[in-house]
């Protein structure tokens, strides 16, 4: 079983996370996880915050270096991995921080952790909720799933974004192979891989920062090369589609998370959604496998050659359990709850209506949010791999007799 923690505040020194169940012999590029880092500090609608950050990540544990340069400086050895990423606004605040000076917020903002966390922990200040509740926690975990990605990457999996949706703009998606989806996306600072509503996505963002307001959307996080048969349907907490719906929505500001067209298949009779299967030579076969990947076209099926699907209308999962076509997965994101025109609240102090006071913010942070998808699909995946094929090492792993 793979699992990870993380800790850190929002303005404290740094952001940690540690990573345990990892296999040994798994050599590590330290430079693909500081690429997701920036991946997850762009796009359009960011907030000053980003500005200060250059986040880059440092392995303190679970590593031995390997000798000569390279991309791989070390290589796991089925130790904790521990993770670490420096706030570097942290030289802003920590006068402050160490003197307990911090600014107080007694003002609880709507759509935040504030209010119920100030219930919750019984605190008059809402700044100790916000220090942990921020969204800045993911920095560790797309580090994380930038680790886990490297572990898929053996298996032949792979995992990648794109937006789809910004503030009711809504993108007409190709029907491209996913690899050429993922090239439009990274070419694109909304990660929306169709153009003309990439430029609408931007003049929303601009239009919502004018007056104040801010803006969700929707984005797609999808995995291409997973093997038949992860999860399964014998017991409710195994089944890969829960999994990979709990990790999704345990993100920050996500309030929807759909396998497949859920809501779109949910309006159409069976005969329309189900994937039918159809048998193809092996010659066609293959050649559907160097096309495949395809977001809802046909793929071979990847365990069984000669048998592929029609479509991809159940976003790769059947009963619990990979089926051997792309996973797809959804993700509403609720607009960010900070804006810069006041919302209405209570100063819980003096018991008096008071308005919000703006805290430096993202006007729209779905591109952003994507990434933190990938990262915890990844893990999702590299969890359910590393229970299916087992293994003290990646050697062990990877000669796995029961798997195929
Ligand atoms: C990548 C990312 C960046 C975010 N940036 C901000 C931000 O700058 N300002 C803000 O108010 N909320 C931001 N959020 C959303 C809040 O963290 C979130 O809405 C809040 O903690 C309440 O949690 P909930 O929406 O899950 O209920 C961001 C979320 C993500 C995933």
């Not at 903002?109 to 100790?128: E, I, N, S």
């Not at 239009?207 to 995995?223: E, K, T, Y």
């Not at 591109?367 to 293994?391: F, N, Y």
Request: aromatic share 4%.
């Amino acid at each position: 079983m793979l699992r990870f923690l993380t800790a850190g505040e929002s303005h404290g020194p740094c952001l940690l996370a540690i990573v345990e169940g990892l296999p040994a012999g798994l050599e590590i590029d330290v430079e693909a996880i500081n690429r997701d880092l920036a991946r997850r500090q762009g796009g359009y609608g960011r907030g000053g915050r980003m500005q200060i950050e250059r986040d880059r990540v440092e392995i303190l544990s679970g590593v031995i270096p390997l000798a000569g340069s390279g991309p791989h400086p070390c290589r796991t050895t089925g130790a904790p991995v521990a993770l670490r990423i420096e706030n570097r606004d942290w030289a802003n605040w920590r006068d402050r921080w160490v003197a307990g000076d911090l600014p107080r917020l007694s003002v609880p903002r709507p759509g935040h952790a504030d209010y119920a966390g100030m219930v919750k922990y019984g605190l008059d200040d809402a700044r100790a909720v916000l220090e942990r509740a921020s969204a800045r926690e993911t920095t560790a975990r797309v580090a994380v799933g930038a680790l886990v990605k490297q572990l898929l990457a053996v298996f032949g999996v792979t995992v990648g974004s794109y937006v789809v949706e910004i503030g009711g703009v809504v993108a007409a998606i190709p029907d491209l192979p996913l690899s050429e989806l993922w090239a439009r996306a990274e070419a694109s600072d909304v990660r929306c891989p169709d153009e003309e509503a990439a430029a609408r996505m931007r003049e929303a963002i601009d239009a919502a920062r004018q007056v104040g307001d801010s803006l969700g959307g929707v984005f797609v996080v999808a995995a291409t090369g997973v093997p038949v048969g992860l999860g399964s349907y014998v017991h409710w907490d195994r089944r890969l589609d829960a999994r990979l719906a709990a990790a999704v929505m345990s993100i920050p500001a996500i309030k929807g998370v759909e396998i497949g067209p859920a809501f779109e298949n949910a309006r159409r009779p069976g005969t329309q959604v189900h994937d039918e299967f159809e048998r193809v030579s092996e010659a066609a076969s293959q050649q559907i496998s160097k096309s495949a990947n395809r977001q809802i076209g046909k793929s071979a099926n990847r365990q069984i050659p000669g048998v592929t699907r029609t479509s991809n209308r159940a976003g790769g999962i059947e009963g619990g359990m990979t089926n051997g076509m792309p996973i797809v997965v959804r993700a509403a994101m609720k607009p960010i709850p900070t804006t810069l025109a006041p919302l209405r609240s209570v100063d819980l102090a003096t018991g008096e209506p008071a308005t919000t006071q703006y805290q430096r913010s993202d006007v729209c942070a779905v591109p952003a949010a994507s990434i933190v998808g990938e990262a915890m699909v990844a893990w999702v995946l590299a969890d359910a791999l590393v229970e299916k094929r087992g293994g003290d090492s990646l050697e062990e792993m990877v000669r796995c007799p029961t798997s195929s």
